[in-house]
């Protein structure tokens, strides 16, 4: 089989298993972005997220995750819901609806990596989904499936920005598709103006001191009182600056029952929440993103708004 044969193959294997769309750049060091990750870090938009310093070197080269790594697949799955949460109600983030991506989609990658090895023979390589120091979506970018917006979250023509990001790392060259060159955001700043903390800065960058995603999952300390009247009721991340892009006018709703909600996360009001047990926590976020915050953590985020 040639480059291109195997290449079409692990394509027809990505849609099988459901992803939205997939796309493969070469392995190499990410010259562009050093500078870019660097001056974020410089100047301390990571907030407290102090792993977002470790492995640089990591983060910029897949070649030293995965030994003679020679391609990186990207791959997009999405996860927009056909119901949402009562309208009167504290939000969370839709990402966080049904169980913990995490798990889903990196089993789902290694029926991918079994499909190709089954196929093609000893090819080695790792999964990874939001969970290591890989450049997600610089990589989706050079692999041509979007590019990033201005909220810095990556966008489809065909599909918006209610995606996951993933990648497969593995040692076998490929056919590299076309890296993203254009950015179809053109002069829109609807997001940079809905945002109601103005995390959202210049030239795709957010301070994360500001974000409402950070301030209710990362941030383990109290969240600074500036933000009381800012929130909009988000009391686990939040999709405003989704909500109001207009390419998501294209978001469809996903196939994937793992990612349905209970019917207590759209059914319960703001007093549901307020008197939210830990009994109740663990049912309702079983399996769930949600529990990276930890009870105790979305109790914290419900009396802010509260108060």
């Known amino acids: 089989m040639s480059k291109a044969k195997y290449t079409h193959f692990i394509k027809q294997e990505a849609k099988k298993l459901g992803f939205l ?7 190499e060091f990410l010259e562009v972005e050093a500078p870019r990750l660097e001056k974020w870090l410089t100047n301390g938009f990571h907030a407290k997220m102090q792993y977002m310093e470790n492995h640089f070197d990591k983060r910029l080269d897949p070649r030293l995750l995965v030994d003679d790594a020679k391609s990186v697949i990207s791959l997009s799955f999405n996860y927009f819901p056909n119901k949402t949460q009562n309208s009167e109600s504290y939000k969370i983030a839709k990402y966080a609806y049904g169980e913990d991506y995490h798990h889903v989609i990196k089993e789902k990658l290694r029926e991918l990596l079994q499909a190709i090895q089954d196929e093609i023979g000893e090819v080695s390589g790792r999964c990874f989904v939001d969970s290591a120091p890989v450049l997600e979506r610089a990589w989706a970018e050079k692999a041509g499936i979007g590019w990033n917006g201005k909220h810095s979250l990556h966008i489809q023509k ?7 990001l993933a990648e497969l790392i593995i040692d076998l060259e490929l056919k590299y598709d076309t890296p993203t060159t254009t950015n179809h955001c053109g002069t829109c700043t609807k997001c940079i103006d809905a945002c109601p903390t103005e995390a959202i800065l210049p030239n795709n960058v957010i301070d994360s001191n500001k974000c409402i995603s950070y301030l209710t ?20 991340g939040c999709d405003i600056c989704q909500e109001v892009c207009p390419w998501n006018r294209f978001s469809s709703p996903h196939q994937e029952s793992l990612f349905n909600p209970k019917q207590e996360l759209l059914d319960f009001s703001k007093q549901d929440w307020q008197e939210l047990t830990e009994e109740t926590f663990k049912k309702v976020f079983k399996k769930s993103a949600v529990k990276r915050t930890k009870f105790n953590g979305l109790k914290r985020n419900i009396q802010f708004l509260k108060e």
């Open 21 to 27: 769309n997939c796309g493969i750049a070469k392995a």
């Open 158 to 164: 065909q599909a918006g920005s209610y995606f996951f």
């Open 217 to 236: 999952i990362e941030l383990k300390d109290n969240i600074p009182n500036q933000f009381k009247t800012q929130m909009n009721d988000w009391m686990f």
